[in-house]
């Protein structure tokens, strides 16, 4: 009655049967792993557009106003506007690329956990095969309890909730339209006279 009666015969069929489940489980890893990257790239894509958008709105503005330099009525207005402008561009660079940086750590930092978990079933998988293979029978117990806590393992990482706020990130948003207003009403009134 020891531990000898956990195990089971493996036939042709049971080990079909187990290899049909390591497959299921490495076409699931791929796709995963294919997501993260997916992801990754689209992250670093949306961002680079994004950043390029705004900073080339802003330029046009800030560009305009040195165009008709020569139409300048009121200096310091033009300056002030001009710098809440240039500030604008370089507040929403340092913005984006600290937004871009702690999402692409977050989804790096994701990616190499399920990762982790991934490679113990994978490994997990690549021995009970081999043993069964070599001795022709298999204890379930033992196999289901070491399955069912790695299991557990994904199950636990991908049910973590992110607690990121997307709020406090678009916050910056309102920030360079502010600056981008604020610029371009000075640099319109630099043009009217006193």
């Known amino acids: 009655m020891g531990k000898e009666n956990t195990y089971i015969q493996m036939t042709d069929e049971n080990i079909e049967i187990l290899q049909k489940m390591s497959s299921d489980f490495h076409r699931l890893y791929a796709e995963a792993m294919k997501e993260y990257g997916e992801k990754e790239l ?3 894509d949306d961002t680079l557009n994004f950043a390029y958008r705004m900073i080339q709105v802003i330029g046009l503005v800030a560009g305009f106003g040195f165009t008709a330099l020569g139409l300048v009525k009121q200096i310091n207005l033009f300056i ?7 500030s604008s561009i370089v507040y929403g660079i340092y913005q984006i690329k600290k937004i871009y940086t702690s999402n692409l ?10 990762s982790k978990v991934f490679q113990e079933k ?9 043993r069964v293979l070599q001795e022709r029978k298999l204890d ?7 399955l069912n806590v790695i299991d557990r393992k994904l ?3 991908f049910s973590k909730k992110q607690s990121r706020s997307l709020k406090d990130e678009g916050e910056f948003l309102n920030v ?3 600056f981008l207003v604020t610029g371009s009403i000075l640099l319109l009134l630099s043009f009217l006279s006193k």
């Open 140 to 146: 379930m117990i033992d196999f289901q309890s070491k």
């Open 176 to 178: 360079i339209i502010f």
């Open 105 to 114: 750590t977050s989804i790096q930092k994701s990616s190499h956990n399920s």
């Open 122 to 130: 994978s490994q997990f998988f690549q021995e009970a095969i081999s």
């Open 80 to 86: 002030l506007g001009e710098f809440f402008l240039l």
């Open 42 to 44: 689209k992250l670093i």
């Open 155 to 157: 199950l636990n990482l």
